[in-house]
T-cell receptor
Framework: AQSVSQHNHHVILSEAASLELGCNYSYGGTVNLFWYVQYPGQHLQLLLKYFSGDPLVKGIKGFEAEFIKSKFSFNLRKPSVQWSDTAEYFCAVPIKAAGNKLTFGGGTRVLVKP | KAGVTQTPRYLIKTRGQQVTLSCSPISGHRSVSWYQQTPGQGLQFLFEYFSETQRNKGNFPGRFSGRQFSNSRSEMNVSTLELGDSALYLC?????????????FGPGTRLLVL
């Protein structure tokens, strides 16, 4: 079955450390890729998205993601995290074979220690 | 523009009862999706409505149903509640029914089934 997976369930970092969260999807063809973030007590909100063009996508709050087609990956990065980046991060892909329903990875909880 | 709003925000029900949750999309958005979020299963797609028609459905039993009104507002109903239905139910809206459109999420309705 077509799916989306996130490698890490929990990540603990210190402020100013670099962050990289993995996301892999299991099918080829045209892909639309999203990263969402859920800060404690807040709504899910979009960090960034990729449809086509430059595989390096920049989003809000200093986040970026790189689409690597050969690896079926769309990893999220931030060079230097802040305490306020503590949140749960979700990769999401509309699965074409399922009518483009938005399918989320399991999420990665990131804790940034001050 | 006002964001996606959901009512009620919190709900406590007992097994066997039914519940109706409401979602008002962002003004102008015609597509509304519903998701269930639990610690064990993560974010799972329930269904999506566009122009009052269900366009896609997730793998949930028939006890879960929804509808969309002409003003794009949507409701979802869960009948014969089970303990396992305890979850955060999220509504999301987008402008069009397109895999490239960003979904904007509401704060959710937290349902507790006793």
């Amino acid at each position: 079955a077509q799916s989306v997976s996130q490698h890490n369930h929990h990540v603990i970092l210190s402020e100013a450390a670099s962050l990289e969260l993995g996301c892999n999807y299991s099918y080829g063809g045209t892909v639309n890729l999203f990263w969402y973030v859920q800060y404690p007590g807040q709504h899910l909100q979009l960090l960034l998205k990729y449809f086509s063009g430059d595989p390096l996508v920049k989003g809000i709050k200093g986040f970026e993601a790189e689409f690597i087609k050969s690896k079926f990956s769309f990893n999220l990065r931030k060079p230097s995290v802040q305490w306020s980046d503590t949140a749960e991060y979700f990769c999401a892909v509309p699965i074409k074979a399922a009518g483009n329903k938005l399918t989320f990875g399991g999420g990665t909880r990131v804790l940034v220690k001050p | 523009k006002a964001g996606v709003t959901q009512t009620p925000r919190y709900l406590i029900k007992t097994r066997g009862q039914q519940v109706t949750l409401s979602c008002s999309p962002i003004s102008g958005h015609r597509s509304v999706s519903w998701y269930q979020q639990t610690p064990g299963q993560g974010l799972q797609f329930l269904f999506e409505y566009f122009s009052e028609t269900q366009r896609n459905k997730g793998n949930f039993p028939g006890r879960f149903s929804g509808r969309q009104f002409s003003n794009s507002r949507s409701e979802m109903n869960v009948s014969t509640l089970e303990l396992g239905d305890s979850a955060l139910y999220l509504c999301a809206s987008r402008l069009r029914y397109s895999p490239q459109e960003t979904q904007y999420f509401g704060p959710g309705t937290r349902l507790l089934v006793l």
